[in-house]
């Protein structure tokens, strides 16, 4: 949760980026971000199954884009802010957005 090196595209420039991180269980967690969005840009993520394939409720259109300057801020889907059972990666989307680091934590450790 530094600041030292971030995943960006195209500098954090127009062109839309994505990463898609490796499998976890990951259920029951709220996912936790490090990021600053440059005026006009967005930090949106999305859960995926063993499969990869989008779970219904946490995709790109659910979310609830992330804009402005966090050191931590925890992520929102139309399903909730908690992961749910088959959810095992998470593919973010970055426009114009710095991400410096992510993290999945247990409710009771904010």
Do not use: M
Not at 67 to 90: C, E, H, M, N
């Amino acid at each position: 949760f530094d600041r030292l090196w971030a995943l960006v595209s195209s500098a954090g420039g127009v062109t839309l980026g994505e990463a898609v991180t490796k499998p976890g269980d990951v259920a029951g967690r709220q996912l936790a971000v490090n990021v600053r969005v440059k005026k006009g840009g967005a930090l949106r993520a999305e859960l995926l199954d063993t499969d990869n394939k989008p779970v219904s409720g946490f995709t790109l259109e659910d979310c609830e884009p992330v804009t402005g300057d966090y050191p931590q801020t925890i992520f929102s889907w139309r399903g909730g802010d908690k992961a749910p059972p088959g959810a095992v990666k998470l593919r973010f989307q970055l426009h114009r957005a710095l991400l410096y680091g992510y993290d999945w934590l247990t409710p009771s450790s904010i």
